[in-house]
């Protein structure tokens, strides 16, 4: 075998390798598997603790929920939005998983925030979103984290 025949073969492999991570979701957004978690899929009433960073195609960061310490919390339940594809992507997702993925501006302020896209954004810019799915839990341990996180935002408040 020659070694350009190697290095080929090498290289599908990688490529192999590197589109086995994408999935896509039902209204057709596609997003890349970074990290894979437990694959237990949460059931409806669980509450997801998200951390997102999401930025314009500016690289104009717009959230970043592990600056602001203030993860998002996304209740489970059925049906999911025929047309939101963050929100299908995320549904997908298990305990431990990142993902990434691009949507255009139009789809993601009319299908995901459901308003009008802010002046200035041209609504065929890409936004870059990398979701990480922290934690699933239940009403109860959701009322204890958001107690948690009141407490440590009245602490940083006195201080």
């Known amino acids: 075998m020659t070694h350009t025949s190697k290095l080929l073969i090498g290289l599908l492999l990688i490529l192999s390798i590197a589109c086995s991570n994408e999935k896509e979701t039902a209204s ?8 894979e978690g437990d694959g237990i899929k949460p059931d409806s009433g669980k509450h997801l603790v998200v951390n997102l960073l999401y930025k314009d195609g500016n690289d104009s960061i717009w959230n970043d929920t592990r600056k602001n310490n203030l993860p998002t919390i996304i209740q ?10 963050v929100i299908q992507a995320i549904m997908m997702m298990s305990k431990g998983d990142s993902i990434t993925f691009k949507i ?56």
């Open 28 to 35: 057709g957004l596609k997003f890349k598997v970074v990290r």
């Open 76 to 85: 489970v339940h059925k049906p999911i939005p025929s047309k939101d594809g």
């Open 104 to 159: 255009s501006a139009k789809e993601l302020f009319e299908n995901t925030f459901r308003g009008n896209i802010p002046l200035g954004v041209d609504s065929t810019s890409l936004f870059t979103f990398n979701i990480g799915l922290k934690d699933v839990l239940t009403q109860e341990q959701l009322q204890k984290l958001q107690s948690d996180i009141v407490a440590k935002q009245n602490e940083e408040y006195v201080k």
